[in-house]
Structure formats: C-alpha cells, structure tokens
T-cell receptor, first 112, second 109 residues
Framework: NAGVTQTPKFQVLKTGQSMTLQCAQD?????MSWYRQDPGMGLRLIHY???????DQGEVPNGYNVSRSTTEDFPLRLLSAAPSQTSVYFC???????????FGQGTRLTVV | RKEVEQDPGPFNVPEGATVAFNCTYS??????FFWYRQDCRKEPKLLMS???SGNEDGRFTAQLNRASQYISLLIRDSKLSDSATYLC??????????FGAGTRLFVKA
C-alpha cells in the first residue's frame, strides 16, 4: 500500500519563487490536510479538504493555496516563497474528521 | 496560553524504566484525544486514542481527565525503540485538530 505520498522530499527555493507540493493518497479518504512543523512548535494546520471540490483554511493559511479536484490529490501551492515558509510540510488523510490517521513522509522546504 | 501544552523534555530514562508524559488542553469543549509518536525526521504516527475510562495498549496506558483538562501517557518497561517524540493531540470539533509541540524521550541502555 502506498498510503500518502508526498513529493518532493526536499526543496530549496529562492524568495519570490512559486512551487507546488504534491500529495496523493490511494485509500479513498475524503479528508485531507496540510500541516507545517517548525522547531519547538506543534504541527499547524494550513488548509484542509473534506472532499473533492471542498477546501477550507486552517490556522496558518496565508501564502498558500490548495485545490481538490479529485479525491486522491491535494496539492499545496506556495504563491511567492518567503524565508518564513522554511519548514517541514506534512500532508495527511483520514476517512473522517480527526484524527489524521495517515501522514506522508514530509517535504523539507528551505527558502533562501 | 497554548491550546495544547506539553513538557518538551527531554526525558532521559534507562531501559526498563516507567515514564509518564502529561499534556493539558485549554478548550473544555474538546471532543477527542490522541497520542502520536514521531521519530526523528519522520512523519507522526497515531499511537493510541485516549478515553475517559483510560485505555491500555501493551506497555502504554493513556488517561484523560476532562475535569482538569489533562491527558497522560504512561510507558512501562521502556525499550530503546521507544525513543521518539510523543505528541499530544486534541480534536476540538469536526476537523479542528490541535497538535502539541511534543515531548522528547530518550531511552538509554
């Protein structure tokens, strides 16, 4: 089982560049979410989706966009990267609302 | 005040020791509670749910005290492989899940 697959695993961006972090799950889960994890802080919710075509903001949505055109995919777009977005990003999915049962392996993003 | 607070540790314990982690949450309307484990540079993994009646999974026991808004995790007979960061997680309503910053555990031979 692939579970939740995130790509890329590592990325370095220059300030102002844009990019998309990919997330795909093969478990037919309706709920998917994106988190960022910074040292000394818990995972913070960026955006989430409760099904195809439905997304909503989490705790720290500024600077990020999402879309959910299929059940399987939930990409996260950084519009104009800033050093404050240097973080580890996790995508997660579950069959229903909380807890996030399955996490991807993470994307370590550095913005210089 | 943070919504979910944990002692960051680290807790350094010898193999075979019993260790307990505590967690407090601020929203009395919180509905469900969990412990996750996160290994260094890895993704979090669900360890166990936490119920008011207390629940056990092998060497792990979780307790919830709603009146005090307090959650605990007890690990008995610690193994080297238990070394990790333990995240306290609270689900408030529907899709609002709050993660604590985690407690680091090092188990030494």
């Amino acid at each position: 089982n692939a579970g939740v697959t995130q790509t890329p695993k590592f990325q370095v961006l220059k300030t102002g560049q844009s990019m998309t972090l990919q997330c795909a799950q093969d478990m037919n889960h309706e709920y998917m979410s994106w988190y960022r994890q910074d040292p000394g802080m818990g995972l913070r919710l960026i955006h989430y989706s409760v099904g195809a075509g439905i997304t909503d903001q989490g705790e720290v949505p500024n600077g990020y966009n999402v879309s959910r055109s299929t059940t399987e995919d939930f990409p996260l777009r950084l519009l104009s990267a800033a050093p404050s977005q240097t973080s580890v990003y996790f995508c997660a999915s579950s069959a229903g609302g909380g807890p996030e049962a399955f996490f991807g392996q993470g994307t370590r993003l550095t913005v210089v | 005040r943070k919504e979910v607070e944990q002692d960051p540790g680290p807790f350094n314990v010898p193999e075979g020791a019993t260790v307990a982690f505590n967690c407090t949450y601020s929203n009395s309307a919180s509905q469900s509670f969990f412990w996750y484990r996160q290994d260094c540079r890895k993704e979090p993994k669900l360890l166990m749910s936490v119920y008011s009646s207390g629940n056990e999974d092998g060497r792990f026991t979780a307790q919830l005290n709603r009146a005090s808004q307090y959650i605990s995790l007890l690990i008995r007979d610690s193994k080297l492989s238990d070394s990790a960061t333990y995240l306290c997680v609270v689900n408030e309503m529907g899709f609002k899940t709050i993660f604590g910053a985690g407690t680091r555990l090092f188990v030494k031979a």
